[in-house]
């Protein structure tokens, strides 16, 4: 009985002696209901939008538009498939797309049916590698995919010129990162053109395109300088609207006036007269101004502005929301364009339900837009705001796990300094979880009279008595603790520190509590600014932990999760904001570290532990928005963090990851691996669980069916039988009291031969 009790221990915990890979797949099965617990959100896990923007595109070649966003927020891209009247989530094609930054619009512009990118050019992507480009501008990626469903690209331009000087050399189109142009045939000859407001100007720029002109069809990007007045208006910075009627602007000294400093053009024919109409957003207002065209009605046949209405649209709820930006588009499959409206802003804007759905009740030719709802996308997905940074828990003692879900929430209510806590309750079985949003200001911890900026959330007992307390890092560095008193179901926390043991962790301190050094108490591994992380050993005892001020360890691992470019050939760092998660991801017995960052990558390194001396080595690309495809290094957006836990009990990770968009993405390992040439199957996960885990006196074993008439048996870490029994029900408790501190393994069977383990923890 002792070595066949040992044999199954060892071959579930010992350590692999050869390499094992890790894959991580993208995972979308565990339904999310909302506080009423009526309706189930459909993709829930995308991740949360924040500065969207909208591009309609063919993903799967089926011949009906799907649905391309990018936020700004992160530089995000996420897909959706348009099926049957619905939009669905579909994250496989977003790695089939370059990494682009700050704006992107797709739009056709050499007549071959495939949506090609305009965005903003590549900083880093000089020949000479020691330049950097600092002005903005315009970048170009041809779509030359030759397969449906399958993207291929090649980059035509990363900066696109103004050719039309027969004496000077090209000239940089320079466009800010903040603003978003209008790229449209405004000429109506079948090419690209493009409106743009200059840098440090308040007119509107005309770039004609001459691809027709010069005889290339349209498959050529040919841009002139065309009309530095377009339309012969001026915009009034301190009145949020245009000066008409002056047909020579340019001509005045306007450029000597307050300027503007972030814009959004979209062109769009709003009275089927032949001129393209422009909708102008501004940075330093809430509303887009609607700009009709004269031009068809101008007797030099001109662009020319002849009347504005600052409140659009009319007749329908307008749009109120900071820096606007609007987007034609059909996206309820009607064949003609509605209209979306979002901000263009990334951080100090409304990030919560922010995105305007106007259909279009009019025809294809003359729109007429009515407002629908302000949720568009966001009303099925978990969105909190701004910042989320989940953490797995069994907060109500119920045998299975919980999601807290730290965020800034949002923005026009909190300004980012009132953080504060959301639960999702598992209100499922342990192996077929159902997660419900309970309470959305769990704890109450943002109504204290002092404030916590940038909650980072850490559960474990350091108290002994088998609750999970709580441990939340702060933006100054300091640690919060919070001790469980719960009793039952009944959830009750009190704060008994804000500034524990005086610990520094550092700006942006991310703690995760976990016994690194494995001698039975829980340590602090800290994230930070910086991109490093710090390690705090516990030298207290089990129920009175003791911590220093300062690091053990101040750079365990000996790396960082900070990235860089080359600025004048010399890397510049940016800040690192690493957000750890320990775990034995492969379950070899020894730790991994996943670290979330800053630009929005999850780092895993191995061999994780409590060593000065060791350096860490980085496993690279580990994560897959498609099962079947190889994975990638992705970038889930900015200041991701993640946490792990075996959700449904099958034996594989699920990984959870937040970002500053305010959402969650979800995540399964698939492990696999060899023992001396011996192909190793994961042992799965029992169908029963046991809690509270760690026990100390009771231990509770419940199943998702009856257990009754099963016999159990509990081994020690060296196969020496410790108690054995029969459950009578389908829960069950056990008197643990009499045995020592340690790690115990219960296994149980049934009469058809079904055989079920567990480990718990006495303590």
């Not at 953080?419 to 769990?442: A, C, E, H, M, R």
């Not at 006196?697 to 257990?707: C, R, V």
């Not at 020496?720 to 501190?741: A, K, M, Q, R, W």
Request: charge should be negative.
């Amino acid at each position: 009985m002792k070595k066949s009790y040992l044999l199954f221990y060892l071959l579930s915990i010992i350590s692999l002696v050869q390499a094992q890979s890790v894959k991580l797949s993208y995972y979308n099965q565990i339904p999310i209901l909302n506080k009423n617990g009526t309706d189930t959100l459909q993709y829930p896990f995308t991740g949360g939008l924040n500065a969207a923007q909208f591009s309609a595109i063919d993903l799967d070649g089926d011949g009906i538009k799907d649905l391309f966003v990018f936020d700004r927020a992160g530089n995000k891209i996420l897909t959706f498939l348009f099926k049957n009247g619905k939009y669905i989530y579909t994250p496989k094609y977003e790695s089939m797309f370059p990494e682009l930054n700050s704006w992107v619009l797709l739009r056709d512009y050499n007549c071959d049916g495939k949506m090609d990118i305009f965005t903003e050019v590549d900083h880093n992507a000089q020949p000479d590698k020691s330049k950097f480009i600092y002005s903005g501008g315009i970048r170009v990626i041809q779509n030359v995919s030759t397969k449906a469903g399958e993207f291929k690209w090649l980059q035509t331009q990363n900066q696109l010129y103004d050719t039309g000087s027969q004496t000077e050399p090209p000239v940089n189109i320079s466009l800010a990162s903040t603003d978003l142009p209008a790229i449209e045939d405004i000429d109506n000859d079948g090419d690209m053109d493009l409106l743009i407001m200059p840098l440090a100007k308040n007119v509107i720029t005309y770039y004609q395109n001459l691809s027709k002109e010069k005889g290339y069809n349209c498959d050529s990007l040919i841009y002139v300088f065309r009309d530095e007045c377009w339309g012969y208006i001026y915009y009034k910075v301190v009145k949020n609207e245009f000066a008409l009627n002056d047909m020579s602007p340019c001509s005045r000294n306007y450029f000597n006036k307050t300027m503007h400093n972030g814009t959004t053009l979209c062109l769009y024919d709003k009275d089927n007269d032949g001129d393209k109409d422009l909708l102008y957003g501004d940075v330093s207002y809430n509303s887009l101004l609607l700009l009709e065209n004269g031009k068809s009605i101008n007797k030099k046949n001109l662009d020319s502005i002849i009347s504005q209405d600052t409140i659009f649209p009319r007749n329908t709820k307008a749009a109120v929301i900071e820096f606007p930006a609007a987007y034609m588009l059909d996206v309820d499959g009607d064949t003609k364009k509605d209209m979306l409206i979002t901000t263009n802003m990334d951080g100090s804007a409304k990030n919560k339900d922010n995105i305007s759905f106007y259909k279009n009740t009019g025809t294809a030719t003359v729109p007429a837009f009515q407002y629908q709802r302000n949720n568009f996308l966001i009303e099925e997905m978990i969105d909190l705001g701004g910042g989320s940074f989940p953490t797995f828990v069994d907060i109500d003692s119920d045998g299975d796990v919980d999601l807290v879900v730290s965020t800034q929430g949002e923005f026009t209510q909190t300004s980012n300094s009132n953080d504060y806590l959301v639960l999702y309750k598992n209100t499922g079985t342990p192996t077929k979880p159902v997660y419900q949003l309970s309470d959305t200001n769990f704890l109450s911890i943002n109504n204290s009279t002092q404030k916590i900026l940038r909650i980072m959330p850490s559960f474990g007992d350091l108290t002994g008595d088998g609750k999970p307390d709580l441990l939340i890092g702060d933006l100054n560095g300091k640690m919060h603790f919070y001790q469980n008193i719960s009793n039952g179901l009944n959830i009750n926390y009190i704060k008994l520190s804000g500034d524990y043991f005086g610990m520094y962790g550092g700006t942006s301190a991310a703690p995760q509590l976990v016994d690194l050094n494995k001698d039975g108490k829980l340590d602090i591994v800290m994230g930070r600014k910086n991109g490093t992380l710090a390690y705090f050993e516990n030298n207290g005892t089990i129920t009175a932990p003791n911590f220093s001020t300062t690091p053990t360890i101040d750079s365990i691992g000996k790396f960082t999760v900070a990235e860089s470019v080359l600025s004048g050939g010399v890397p510049y760092y940016f800040d690192g904001y690493s957000m750890p998660y320990v775990c034995d991801l492969d379950k070899d017995g020894r730790y991994e570290v996943l670290v979330g960052s800053e630009q929005g990558r999850i780092f895993l390194y191995n061999n994780f532990e409590a060593n000065p001396n060791r350096k860490c080595a980085e496993i690279d690309k580990i994560f897959t928005d498609d099962p079947s495809a190889a994975a990638a290094n992705l970038k889930f957006g900015t200041r991701a963090s993640v946490t792990t836990a075996d959700i449904n009990k099958d034996g594989k990770f699920e990984i959870i990851i937040g970002n500053q968009r305010g959402g969650l993405r979800v995540y399964q390992a698939q492990i696999s691996g060899v023992i001396s040439g011996v192909k190793l199957q994961q042992v799965a996960e029992p169908t029963f669980v046991i809690y509270p885990n760690p026990a100390k006196e009771l231990l509770t074993i419940k199943g998702d069916y009856n257990l009754n008439g099963m016999k159990y048996t509990i081994v020690n870490l060296i196969g020496e039988v410790i108690g054995n029994g029969e459950f009578t029900s389908y829960l069950n408790e056990l008197n643990v009291s009499d045995l020592l501190p340690g790690l115990y393994i219960i296994s149980a069977s049934n009469i058809n031969g079904q055989k079920l383990n567990a480990r718990f923890l006495i303590r």
